[in-house]
T-cell receptor
């Protein structure tokens, strides 16, 4: 693929519902990163994968958040029982050695 | 945890001017990166620079790891340089971001 893709691009959900966000990295990129950016705020690191493994999951904001990566490729970020404070842009990036390439993000709004 | 501070928080310059953005960090790190987020939200990784100096066109970056700071230089700025510049450090499988410098280049 030409770049990192994320889906959906926008998601509106009701408080308490579960959501699943998807990231398709650039083919061959071994590392994959998830970030969150709340409105007008800076970037918050959530988790990264090297292959299918996430060395440290403590960056996830709460136990309602989980992430997995299968086949060294696609990753999903799942938020259970969404809260209004989960509203943000969720960004994914992938890299092979150094440079991270970012996707366009998923804009999540929890009503 | 590690603190990452960027300065200045905001910067307004005329097109053609040069600028220096600073990133200070409070502890030793494995790596340091600079990112640019354009006004439409797209993020680009500018430099991956744990130490030393790198240059890419009109942009260059220097990290002095022993003194815990990094500088991003933008020369002959253009309106397309506008946006927010983030510094981020890697430590123990985590990435910690500064709050960014918002740069606005006037035509």
């Amino acid at each position: 693929g030409a770049g990192v893709s994320q889906s959906p691009s926008n998601k509106v959900t009701e408080k308490g519902k579960d959501v699943e966000l998807r990231c398709d990295p650039i083919s061959g990129h071994t590392a994959l990163y998830w970030y969150r950016q709340s409105l007008g705020q800076g970037l918050e690191f959530l988790i990264y994968f090297q292959g299918n493994s996430a060395p440290d999951k403590s960056g996830l904001p709460s136990d309602r958040f989980s992430a997995e990566r299968t086949g060294g490729s696609v990753s999903t970020l799942t938020i259970q029982r969404t809260q209004q404070e989960d509203s943000a842009v969720y960004l994914c990036a992938s890299s092979f050695i150094e440079t991270q390439y970012f996707g366009p993000g998923t804009r999540l709004l929890v009503l | 945890g590690i603190q990452v501070e960027q300065s200045p928080p905001d910067l307004i310059l005329q097109e053609g001017a040069n600028s220096t953005l600073r990133c200070n960090f409070s502890d030793s790190v494995n790596n340091l990166q600079w990112f640019h987020q354009n006004p439409w939200g797209q993020l680009i990784n500018l430099f991956y620079i744990p130490s030393g100096t790198k240059q890419n066109g009109r942009l260059s970056a220097t990290t002095v790891a022993t003194e815990r700071y990094s500088l991003l230089y933008i020369s002959s700025s253009q309106t397309t340089d506008s946006g927010v510049y983030f510094c981020a450090v890697n430590r123990d499988d985590k990435i910690i971001f500064g709050k960014g410098t918002r740069l606005h280049i006037l035509p």
